[in-house]
């Protein structure tokens, strides 16, 4: 039995069954209780304050809080509301996180899982709208997920507040406020980390698309369609580990390669994608690798400027008709 | 509410799939995405998993031959639910004498999978497979009873008709690997996340000398030897209770670090029994590692309708001349079993002396393998 339900309820749901099924779990960050975007909205109501904790504005401090309680057997949940905030915890994020683990031979594990919201077009400027992703891939030990539809919101972040390593899960504005929906299993589920999955079959060229990009994907593909061009989208759904069997099995089939994603051009992650493919799978690219990011510049204040900045279907489809 | 549990379709195989296990009691409750049943085509074992979440009651015995489609079991809310629909089987059982629940018809052609050759000496073979020397079993102690069904059935019929419709015979080399795993050593740095082993590079290496001997990359089809343009290496695993051989495809275009991953997911999916049908078809040269045993050499039997396959024993230290010295070298055997019908011996000892060349020179194996 399945029902429909939007991505903000995916999470909130995800996050309340992972609280009543385990108490060690509690959510922690700014402004949770009240919840200006809504995820964590009615927790407090259910768990009490005391698993619902108010933090004060101070992100490297809360992260190395919830580091603590999650190496004396808590699993937290912190928020880092705007993705651009997590910069100030880049110091617990990526010097201690991921790496704890390994420093203390095994001793300790960091279960914690943060969220934050990445994404433009929202007209929030330069601070509240950037999609940092790509910061976090150098990181050793960190897992990083990124979903793009209520199904695979909630089974990732159940996964993830499960694991026995610090994962990071990254939600796009867009999905929280756009009210995208789609159907979910009744009862209990995760979704394992490192599986892609093929949002359309295609056989001329491959686009590898995260988070929203799905959607501009899929648009860009029905538009192709209309010039007889058959596109293969694929939702890596986490972006480490990455599912680079799914993602070269199809490029051994189309022999061309599209990366989307709402990240900066320069060092992002198809910047990652398009060295593996070149390394290991050169002889089946029959064009150059391309890649549609955002350009390296400070998200504009002008809506007509932001919109400019943004990637989207048709620099989609401009990739896909440069190599075919 | 009834959910019906039918043997699904697995890639191009149709005939023989058998229920190997019914994991769960008759009755007995089970969860959604739960495994209740393995069934075995002639090339594949495949978990069945529940739809829904009830009580499960099977409707095929292990054992029981089976074909696409068939209804295995049903996952119903209570015992009376699953009563109801037993009884509207039945009478729809009497109403159209419907075939699904008595043997398929092809019962009398149990055995024959191979397609690439005459029918009559493989039709023998199975006949023969089918009436073994008559064992009276009496009060005998026994330790364990398996059924010869399934994909143990498919490997013995296809290893018996393979050393029945060739020619089939082995020569063997032994190899300098000394060098090779220097260099494997070295990956070892250079490439942290992928542990690269002596069969990776083995593919690799393979792909390339094949491109220099055509018709040890063929199959004989109908009237004609037909050499492949393209390098698809079987590469067999071992299984608990069997051995599967799937294919890396394209292995002469893939790199050294694609192939390894390649190898190291299809032995992950054939241990948790995954493997979809087709990847094992299409293979047009088998590589068969002893690797961990102890086995220095072998006579690897031919994978139809390939032509060739080529077996490597034990890699360990041996005492060898090296440039005209006694030395402590790494060194195994290239055991090559190839169809005489088609490889004349002498090809076949170029190729294992090019492979063997190969192998023992980084100057020639470090182009290939990148």
Redesign the interface.
């Known amino acids: 039995m399945t029902r429909t339900i939007n991505f903000m309820q995916a999470i909130n749901e995800a996050m309340a069954e992972e609280m009543r099924n385990d108490p060690t779990v509690f959510v922690f960050g700014e402004d949770v209780r009240v919840s200006p975007f809504g995820q964590t909205a009615g927790l407090v109501d259910e768990f009490g304050e005391e698993r619902v904790l108010n933090t004060p504005i101070a992100e490297n401090a809360i992260t190395g809080a919830a580091m603590g309680a999650a190496m004396n057997g808590m699993r937290p949940i912190l928020e880092l509301m705007f993705c651009d905030f997590s910069m100030l915890a880049m110091d617990q994020i990526c010097n201690h996180l991921g790496q704890w683990r390994y420093i203390t031979g095994g001793q300790y594990q960091i279960p914690i899982t943060i969220r934050t919201a990445v994404g433009a077009g929202l007209r929030m400027a330069y601070g509240h709208s950037q999609s940092l992703e790509s910061q976090f891939v150098q990181a050793p030990g960190l897992i990083l997920v990124e979903p793009s539809t209520p199904y695979d919101a909630k089974g990732l972040l159940k996964s993830a507040i499960r694991s026995d390593d610090p994962v990071v899960v990254f939600e796009h504005k867009k999905l929280i406020f756009g009210g995208v929906e789609g159907e979910v299993p009744d009862g209990d589920f995760t979704i394992p980390f490192g599986e892609a999955v093929v949002r359309k079959e295609g056989k001329d060229a491959t686009v590898v698309a995260f988070g929203f990009m799905n959607y501009e994907a899929l648009a860009a593909a029905q538009e192709l369609l209309q010039d007889n061009i058959d596109i293969e989208v694929i939702d890596p759904r986490t972006i480490v580990p990455l599912d680079k069997d799914t993602i070269f099995e199809s490029l051994e089939k189309t022999g061309r390669l599209i990366i989307a994603e709402e990240c900066r051009i320069r060092g992002g992650l198809g910047a990652e994608i398009a060295a593996l493919a070149c390394g290991e799978y050169f002889s089946f690219l029959n064009a150059p690798v391309q890649r549609v990011a955002a350009p390296m510049i400070p998200i504009p204040g002008s809506p007509i400027l932001e919109d400019l900045y943004l990637p989207n279907k048709d620099s989609i489809i401009r990739a896909v008709k440069r190599v075919l | 509410m009834i959910s019906e549990i039918r043997i699904p379709k697995l890639g191009m195989t149709q005939a023989n799939i058998s229920v190997v296990e019914l994991t769960r009691a008759n009755g007995s409750a089970v969860r959604?995405g739960e495994t209740v049943a393995v069934i075995e085509t002639a090339k594949v074992s495949f978990e069945l998993k529940s739809p829904?979440?009830g009580l499960i009651f099977y409707l095929k015995k292990v054992k029981d031959n089976v074909s696409i489609g068939t209804l295995l079991a049903v996952v119903t809310d209570s015992q009376a639910a699953f009563d109801d629909f037993y009884k509207s089987l039945a009478s729809e059982k009497e109403e159209h004498a419907c075939s699904q629940f008595e043997a398929p018809e092809n019962e009398e052609k149990w055995g024959v999978q191979i397609s690439f050759d005459d029918e009559a000496p493989v039709r023998s073979v199975a006949s023969s497979l089918r009436q073994p020397l008559q064992v009276d079993i009496g009060d005998r102690k026994i330790l364990k009873r398996t059924p010869f069904v399934g994909m143990r059935r498919t490997i013995a019929e296809n290893l018996v008709a393979s050393l029945q419709t060739g020619a089939q015979l082995t020569i063997v080399s032994e190899a300098d690997m000394t060098e090779l795993a220097d260099f494997r050593k070295e990956l070892r740095l250079d490439f942290p996340d992928t542990q690269i082993t002596f069969v990776d590079l083995l593919v690799k290496i393979l792909a390339f000398v094949l491109k220099e001997f055509p018709v040890l990359n063929s199959s004989v089809v109908g009237d004609e030897i037909i050499c492949w343009d393209e390098y698809h290496i079987g590469v067999a695993v071992a299984l608990d209770d069997g051995l599967v051989v799937p294919v890396v495809?394209?292995a002469?275009?893939?790199?050294l670090?694609?192939v390894s991953?390649?190898i190291k997911?299809l032995s992950r999916k054939a241990r948790q029994k995954e493997l979809k049908p087709e990847t094992f078809e299409g293979g047009t040269f088998t590589l068969s590692s002893g690797g961990k045993v102890e086995t220095e050499f072998m006579t690897p039997i031919i994978n139809p309708p390939q032509n060739a396959i080529l077996g490597i024993g034990k890699i360990g230290p041996k005492p060898a001349v090296y440039q005209g010295e006694l030395a402590i070298r790494t060194r195994a055997y290239l055991c090559l079993t190839h169809d005489h019908r088609v490889i004349d011996g002498v090809p076949a000892s170029q190729f294992l002396g090019r492979l063997k060349d190969v192998i023992e020179h980084r100057k020639q194996f470090s182009k290939i393998l990148k």
């Open positions: 959604a829904t979440s495809r394209n002469d275009k893939k790199s670090v694609a991953r390649e997911k």
